[in-house]
């Protein structure tokens, strides 16, 4: 998530001082001569001054385990018989992610990663231009009877986020996946059903955020990321999110709805009567009210449902794309323009939307999860 915040060069914890990058804030060790997380060079006096790295940080490297799609779908970009990856310098890549000459770091799988579990659904994800990792998260399914779709954005202020956001997303995803579907009954009485499983899934989340942080990370700024997941269930979309990561409904008639309500400063000015346009672009308009991790203010997720009547595309996002395309028929008008040429399929057009923003500089981290529903044109129940 924007805006980052102003990391101190040393931070001192139980009379034991951690010296950490200057540029990205997290630890480095006596001997580096490069930053393990951005790749910033840290000079000799960087290294001579620095202390022995903590255990949660080493365990952070351990924990940052690839999503499923990478690990399903991904190939290395360049590979050197036995000697494995090649850095752009021509150096080899260590085990670690690391060029052992020039210290650079070497591409990451999570960099930039796919997941299509069907035709009618997939998501990107992607670092963007501009930050050292992705910590980004998105996690998707579909069966015969639900498409899920949920993202995560960790929150960059916060340390090891990555870690938080990827284990929350797939908790989440797993525990919609394996809910009982509603028993047959009225509208109402399915929306309470998916209400009550969405709310299950945010507490799966916030599970699994807040046991990333006890491996991980800082006791004083654990990490945390934002939360919001979509369920498709026939004609209905029932969301439920935590934080300013956002879902839209895209009708093929013309409908243009987001139909989340982001937990940010931005959208309280805008409860107050500010335009969107003045309160977004507000050096203030990114700070969350609301997210998941051992610090979370808690409390169930929103909550919101449509009743679709048309049939149209959801979509699932971090602000790293609408950051730069916000309002719903802006934004519509975006993925239809990116849609035709590549004649509607998802990950074609979740893959546009990635590289637009990057176009518009890329300055965050980027996720698009796109499904297309059966039956648009929402009447919101909440």
């Not at 990391?7 to 001569?33: L, S, T």
């Not at 949660?56 to 990856?85: I, K």
């Not at 109402?188 to 006890?214: C, F, G, K, P, V």
Request: hydrophobic residues 40%.
């Amino acid at each position: 998530m924007s805006p980052e915040a102003v990391v101190p060069e040393a931070v001192v914890h139980e009379a034991v001082v951690h010296v950490v990058c200057p540029k990205c804030g997290d630890p480095v060790g006596a001997a580096d001569q490069f930053c393990e997380s951005c790749g910033a060079e840290l000079g000799a006096a960087g290294a001579a001054d620095a202390a022995t790295p903590s255990p949660d940080a080493e365990l952070g490297t351990q924990l940052r385990a690839p999503p499923r799609s990478q690990v399903e779908q991904s190939a290395p970009t360049e590979s050197m018989g036995g000697e494995g990856l090649r850095c752009t310098c021509g150096g080899v890549i260590d085990a670690d992610g690391w060029c052992t000459t020039c210290g650079l770091r070497g591409a990451s799988e999570r960099d930039h990663f796919t997941e299509q579990p069907a035709s009618h659904v997939a998501a990107v994800c992607d670092r963007g231009l501009h930050h050292p990792r992705n910590e980004d998260a998105v996690a998707v399914a579909a069966s015969d009877d639900r498409t899920v779709l949920v993202v995560c954005d960790g929150v960059t202020s916060a340390t090891d986020s990555d870690v938080a956001a990827l284990a929350a997303a797939r908790a989440a995803c797993d525990a919609l996946v394996a809910a009982s579907g509603p028993a047959t009954g009225s509208p109402s009485e399915r929306i309470e059903h998916w209400q009550a499983e969405l709310t299950a899934a945010t507490l799966a989340a916030q599970t699994a955020a807040t046991d990333a942080a006890a491996h991980v990370g800082s006791s004083e700024n654990p990490p945390s990321c934002t939360f919001v997941a979509a369920l498709i269930d026939g004609p209905l979309v029932a969301v439920a999110w935590v934080g300013d990561s956002r879902a839209y409904w895209f009708g093929d008639d013309g409908t243009a709805t987001q139909l989340s309500v982001d937990d940010s400063w931005a959208s309280g000015e805008i409860a107050h009567g500010a335009t969107r346009e003045v309160a977004e672009a507000d050096p203030r308009a990114h700070a969350i009210t609301r997210w998941l991790g051992v610090d979370s203010p808690g409390g169930d997720p929103s909550f919101t449902s449509a009743t679709l009547s048309v049939p149209g595309w959801v979509l699932v996002c971090t602000d790293g794309l609408w950051n730069y395309c916000s309002g719903a028929s802006d934004l519509r008008d975006l993925l239809h323009a990116q849609a035709a040429p590549v004649h509607g399929e998802p990950l074609a057009t979740a893959a546009a939307l990635v590289d637009w923003a990057n176009a518009q500089g890329g300055h965050d981290n980027i996720t698009a999860a796109l499904a297309r529903a059966g039956v648009a044109s929402p009447t919101r129940s909440s």
